[in-house]
């Protein structure tokens, strides 16, 4: 039975919602959506040169103040060109995207993800095939990207998802081993409690963290992940009956009624600020939290770990890792030709491989970057150590149908609120699934 979590007061972190997240220049601006629009003007454009300007649509908030620095470093070269960088959180981002090309404001370059994602936009897409940058690309993260055997997107890093944890009070609950099943999961979560440290931050109040990363454990967990998404989709597979699906629930369970808050109290900007300030020993992201942690308490001693929901250790001791998203140039930009450009600097550069590496913190996904293991920080480097020991589980979250990982964030939401049971929850999971299918 999972007990009561007390309503908490929204912490005074959340007054600084944008901590690390948005520009300090002049030439940016916030509101409380975490919606930053900001233009980078280029003086240095000759009279001769007409100034175009290149629109980039952002869901990736974390890195919004290097993309910043990017631009004016790319402007300094390329003197007639002026970018515009919107940068909003994953939660909205999706609906602002197909607003804006509804509205004809369609950016120039934006974000969508691999598999589902590229099939939904590709015919607003242009065909990148042909650029330089294409040949480097490691193997794996070319799928994704790939329709009818064209490459529509560009990876800008390959990401890791699993529990951050802090070392530090680890070591204070006495806790040596990492948890790798279940079993030394649950001993795990008692030394913390035992020690007087909250085991979890755990954020559920926006609907990316549960729907896309938290049900991803569920899902990359089947027997054949593809097979049995084309089961739940035929009809011979079920989520009311899966055994793993309810195995995760014990997890879920496990985790919200350990949290340091009411989770449903906890959205991205808490998460981050939280569990920067150590009021618990473990948070569910990607190692792309990195920087940001950095910035609030760089002193945080980090590691990334598992995500058991049973007692297999050979299924269970792996992290989540691929290309969660890709950048595409609109087929009918009238700047594509100055926005592929662009992107091959990012991807071809020296000044593009430092920031993806050091400013972005990325594991970068072309043959021809390497990444410094002092740069990239520690949660990408524990991203990479497990992925050199065994094979890393999917993002399956990309072949999900389109619009569902949202759908599914919500439903799970009810379930932390005590709005639904578990039998609820994966009647709902199946529900959602059968109307989106096909989607």
């Given at each position: 039975?999972?007990?009561?979590?007390?309503?908490?007061?929204?912490?005074?972190?959340?007054?600084?919602?944008?901590?690390?997240?948005?520009?300090?220049?002049?030439?940016?601006?916030?509101?409380?959506?975490?919606?930053?629009?900001?233009?980078?003007?280029?003086?240095?454009?000759?009279?001769?040169?007409?100034?175009?300007?290149?629109?980039?649509?952002?869901?990736?908030?974390?890195?919004?103040?290097?993309?910043?620095?990017?631009?004016?470093?790319?402007?300094?070269?390329?003197?007639?060109?002026?970018?515009?960088?919107?940068?909003?959180?994953?939660?909205?981002?999706?609906?602002?995207?197909?607003?804006?090309?509804?509205?004809?404001?369609?950016?120039?370059?934006?974000?969508?993800?691999?598999?589902?994602?590229?099939?939904?936009?590709?015919?607003?897409?242009?065909?990148?095939?042909?650029?330089?940058?294409?040949?480097?690309?490691?193997?794996?993260?070319?799928?994704?990207?790939?329709?009818?055997?064209?490459?529509?997107?560009?990876?800008?890093?390959?990401?890791?998802?699993?529990?951050?944890?802090?070392?530090?009070?680890?070591?204070?609950?006495?806790?040596?081993?990492?948890?790798?099943?279940?079993?030394?999961?649950?001993?795990?979560?008692?030394?913390?409690?035992?020690?007087?440290?909250?085991?979890?931050?755990?954020?559920?109040?926006?609907?990316?963290?549960?729907?896309?990363?938290?049900?991803?454990?569920?899902?990359?967990?089947?027997?054949?992940?593809?097979?049995?998404?084309?089961?739940?989709?035929?009809?011979?597979?079920?989520?009311?009956?899966?055994?793993?699906?309810?195995?995760?629930?014990?997890?879920?369970?496990?985790?919200?009624?350990?949290?340091?808050?009411?989770?449903?109290?906890?959205?991205?900007?808490?998460?981050?600020?939280?569990?920067?300030?150590?009021?618990?020993?473990?948070?569910?992201?990607?190692?792309?939290?990195?920087?940001?942690?950095?910035?609030?308490?760089?002193?945080?001693?980090?590691?990334?770990?598992?995500?058991?929901?049973?007692?297999?250790?050979?299924?269970?001791?792996?992290?989540?890792?691929?290309?969660?998203?890709?950048?595409?140039?609109?087929?009918?930009?009238?700047?594509?030709?100055?926005?592929?450009?662009?992107?091959?600097?990012?991807?071809?550069?020296?000044?593009?491989?430092?920031?993806?590496?050091?400013?972005?913190?990325?594991?970068?996904?072309?043959?021809?970057?390497?990444?410094?293991?002092?740069?990239?920080?520690?949660?990408?480097?524990?991203?990479?150590?497990?992925?050199?020991?065994?094979?890393?589980?999917?993002?399956?979250?990309?072949k999900f149908p389109t619009g569902l990982a949202p759908q599914l964030g919500s439903a799970l939401q009810k379930y932390?609120?005590?709005?639904?049971?578990?039998?609820?929850?994966?009647?709902?999971?199946?529900?959602?699934?059968?109307?989106?299918?096909?989607?």
């Amino acid at each position: 039975m999972r007990k009561d979590l007390l309503v908490s007061i929204v912490s005074l972190s959340s007054l600084i919602l944008f901590a690390g997240c948005a520009s300090n220049d002049s030439d940016a601006s916030n509101n409380s959506n975490e919606n930053t629009n900001s233009e980078i003007t280029n003086n240095n454009a000759t009279e001769e040169e007409e100034t175009v300007t290149i629109q980039l649509f952002n869901n990736k908030v974390e890195i919004h103040d290097e993309l910043l620095d990017l631009a004016r470093e790319y402007q300094s070269e390329n003197s007639h060109v002026r970018i515009e960088i919107e940068s909003l959180s994953a939660d909205d981002y999706p609906s602002q995207l197909t607003t804006k090309f509804s509205a004809g404001e369609s950016p120039d370059i934006f974000r969508v993800l691999g598999h589902s994602g590229l099939e939904t936009w590709v015919e607003y897409l242009e065909d990148l095939s042909d650029q330089p940058w294409v040949d480097n690309m490691i193997e794996s993260t070319k799928p994704a990207a790939t329709f009818d055997d064209k490459i529509y997107g560009m990876p800008l890093g390959i990401e890791g998802l699993g529990y951050i944890y802090n070392k530090d009070l680890f070591d204070e609950a006495g806790i040596t081993e990492v948890p790798t099943t279940f079993t030394e999961m649950e001993e795990a979560v008692a030394k913390l409690n035992e020690a007087g440290i909250s085991p979890f931050v755990s954020s559920f109040a926006e609907t990316f963290n549960p729907g896309f990363f938290a049900t991803n454990n569920a899902f990359a967990k089947q027997e054949d992940p593809s097979a049995f998404m084309e089961g739940l989709s035929e009809g011979t597979a079920s989520f009311t009956d899966n055994e793993i699906f309810n195995q995760w629930l014990d997890l879920i369970d496990l985790e919200i009624d350990n949290a340091h808050k009411d989770p449903m109290s906890i959205g991205y900007s808490e998460q981050v600020t939280d569990f920067a300030t150590e009021q618990g020993a473990i948070t569910l992201s990607t190692n792309s939290l990195q920087s940001l942690l950095d910035e609030i308490n760089p002193d945080l001693n980090l590691g990334m770990m598992p995500m058991p929901l049973n007692d297999d250790e050979h299924l269970n001791d792996r992290l989540f890792s691929n290309v969660p998203f890709y950048w595409g140039i609109h087929n009918e930009s009238e700047v594509k030709e100055e926005a592929k450009e662009f992107l091959t600097w990012l991807s071809m550069s020296e000044a593009g491989e430092r920031y993806i590496t050091e400013e972005f913190k990325h594991i970068p996904p072309f043959t021809t970057m390497e990444a410094d293991s002092e740069l990239i920080g520690p949660l990408a480097n524990d991203v990479q150590q497990y992925a050199n020991e065994k094979p890393s589980l999917a993002l399956e979250w990309n072949k999900f149908p389109t619009g569902l990982a949202p759908q599914l964030g919500s439903a799970l939401q009810k379930y932390v609120s005590y709005e639904s049971d578990r039998e609820e929850l994966l009647a709902e999971f199946q529900r959602l699934w059968d109307s989106m299918k096909d989607q």
